[in-house]
């Protein structure tokens, strides 16, 4: 059982929502986060395009933008180098047109994960050197490849380096680096697609221009789980809107056979229905099909590969659900699980295009940082993980590089590879290292609530103004608000495997709307299926068959008292 602590009202936050003209509990949210003055709280909800810093807050900006200028003036090749997942494959996609309209004689490369493996490989670089490029931009990828940057600078290539992800060691000797990690300057919480935004936005020199691609920036962005603080939260905030207008008929195409062609797509639309089927083309195959739907202007071609990128995503579902149940036996077998802090499981039948997703599933069922590792192609392993909301991972990571054939990532996920010989070691260090970390711990999960609610308080004004919090996700999570002795209304039913549905009624009995919980059907019959509960959730609104209602997503349940 979760403890549920009822964070205290703040007399100056009641104050300020009158001033606002908000509900206290939105007050409330953002006083916890950090938001305590008129202007900040005004600026997180409104989300002006305005307020995002300018692109040549990059140091380097200005040397990338003036070498690229030049290579158009000079007829030379320019080759993007994406990566296979989503946050590569839309910033390429956004930079890719730019540069086309811009008159640069262009070309893309999207490496292929199982056979040239992550960020700089040498035998493609070699390839695309002798078809003549003289400037390399890499998107979501480089900032970890010194040697071959090295390699391209004895061939007399220029290459800009933008990439999001954290450094280890000495930077390379990129002719310009577009990158916060690497102390450039610029916001710190883009993703790699948010910074091909800033560089298009630079090259086109008009904000107006460039927001043509927010909505690749949006899809990027959630794919890749950045943090939505800071410029994230106004991109989304301004992106999922123009989603879903979007002019791009591949994206059109992506949201019909994901069945989101209705209304606004929310954070979660986007996590669990766009972005499976574009990292599914480099999970599974290749992740070409999935940059060519995202520029395509052609409807018909658009059709057939979203098609093509939606059974490509069935098999990987397929894939996935067996590699995570065999997984999870891995780690219920093992005699120490329980006083393990992080978990590291291995394979030779797991395939390379799902271990990020098993690592993230792991986490969601264990709460534990998660490395999942395929051996699949030999004796040299790749891994992925992926770790709880508040424990970043990378730093362990770090503390255990002499185990690694080579590694990279930021504080939410990683790759690796590993010889198969290395990993009982990697386990203990890693378990030791990350338990060594963990400070000041609950020993009792615990649910923070923001504010407390009566039934018949949620109305669709009150909604409205916690609809302003949104999008949620990554540094920007749904808040707890409790509702207390509601009255099950009729039978609580069971939907799919666990989850709980009912409708609750307040006791006056005047106020009565549905209350759904994944996976909460166990906990209700934990607890004896109790007829007056106390709930903690998220109100949101439900839309069928044009009738707008309150629906609370639960979080948590216990018997009233």
Not at 51 to 74: C, G, H, L, N, S
Not at 146 to 153: C, P, Q, S, T
Not at 344 to 367: T, Y
Not at 493 to 522: H, I, M, P, Q, Y
């Amino acid at each position: 059982m979760r403890e549920w602590v009822i964070l205290p009202e703040v007399e100056e936050a009641t104050a300020l929502a009158r001033k606002l003209g908000v509900h206290p509990a939105v007050i409330h949210v953002l006083f916890r986060r950090g938001q305590t003055s008129a202007e900040a709280i005004t600026r997180f909800l409104e989300c002006p395009l305005d307020k995002i810093q300018d692109p040549f807050a990059f140091k380097d900006m200005k040397r990338a933008v003036d070498r690229i200028r030049m290579a158009i003036e000079r007829r030379e090749k320019i080759l993007i180098y994406g990566d296979y997942d989503v946050d590569g494959v839309t910033g390429s996609a956004i930079l890719y047109p730019v540069l086309k309209e811009l008159g640069a004689d262009i070309r893309v490369h999207i490496p292929h994960r199982i056979e040239d493996g992550y960020g700089l490989n040498r035998k493609s670089l070699e390839s695309w050197l002798g078809r003549g490029i003289k400037v390399l931009i890499t998107v979501d990828n480089g900032i970890t490849g010194a040697d071959h940057i090295d390699f391209l600078n004895q061939k007399g290539v220029d290459t800009i380096i933008v990439d999001h992800h954290e450094t280890k060691g000495a930077l390379p000797k990129a002719y310009a680096l577009v990158s916060a990690a690497a102390g450039g300057g610029g916001e710190a919480s883009l993703a790699a697609c948010g910074l091909a935004f800033k560089l298009a936005w630079a090259l086109l020199g008009d904000l107006k221009k460039a927001e043509e691609y927010l909505d690749l920036v949006t899809l990027g962005t959630v794919a890749d789980l950045a943090g939505l603080e800071g410029e994230n939260r106004i991109l989304l905030k301004q992106g999922l809107p123009r989603l879903a207008k979007t002019n791009k008929v591949g994206l059109r195409a992506l949201m019909d056979v994901s069945g989101l062609s209705r209304g606004v797509p929310s954070f979660r639309d986007v996590a669990f229905g766009l972005a499976p089927r574009i990292n599914a083309a480099g999970r599974m195959g290749s992740p070409l099909a999935a940059f060519k739907l995202l520029t395509t202007k052609d409807n018909e071609e658009a059709r057939q590969l979203a098609r093509e990128l939606d059974e490509g995503n069935q098999e990987r579902q397929r894939v996935e659900r067996d590699a995570f149940e065999e997984a999870v036996k891995k780690v219920e077998a093992d005699p120490q699980f329980t006083e393990r802090q992080a978990i590291v499981v291995e394979s030779d039948r797991w395939h390379e295009g799902v271990i990020g997703i098993v690592a993230a599933r792991l986490v969601e069922r264990f709460q534990k940082p998660s490395i999942v590792i395929s051996f699949r192609s030999g004796d040299v392993g790749k891994g992925s993980g992926r770790t709880t909301r508040y424990f970043p991972i990378f730093d362990s990571l770090c503390a255990c590089e002499e185990f690694f054939e080579s590694f990279g990532g930021h504080a939410q996920a990683c790759g690796l590879s590993i010889k198969k010989s290395n990993v009982d070691a990697f386990r203990e260090k890693l378990d030791r290292t990350v338990s060594a970390r963990i400070k000041n711990e609950s020993a009792v999960p615990r649910i923070e609530i923001d504010y407390v609610f009566n039934l018949n308080d949620l109305s669709e004004a009150v909604l409205k103004d916690l609809e302003a919090l949104s999008p949620f996700g990554p540094g920007n999570p749904k808040p707890m608000f409790l509702t207390r002795n509601v009255h099950v209304k009729g039978e609580a039913r069971k939907l799919g495997r666990d989850t709980f549905r009912c409708w609750v009624t307040d006791s006056s009995g005047k106020t009565t709307c549905e209350a759904v919980g994944f996976n909460a059907f166990a906990l209700w019959q934990t607890a004896n299926r109790p007829t007056h509960l106390d709930l903690v959730h998220q109100p949101v609104f439900k839309d069928f068959q044009g009738i707008r209602s309150v629906q609370l997503e639960l979080e948590d349940l216990r018997p009233a008292g």
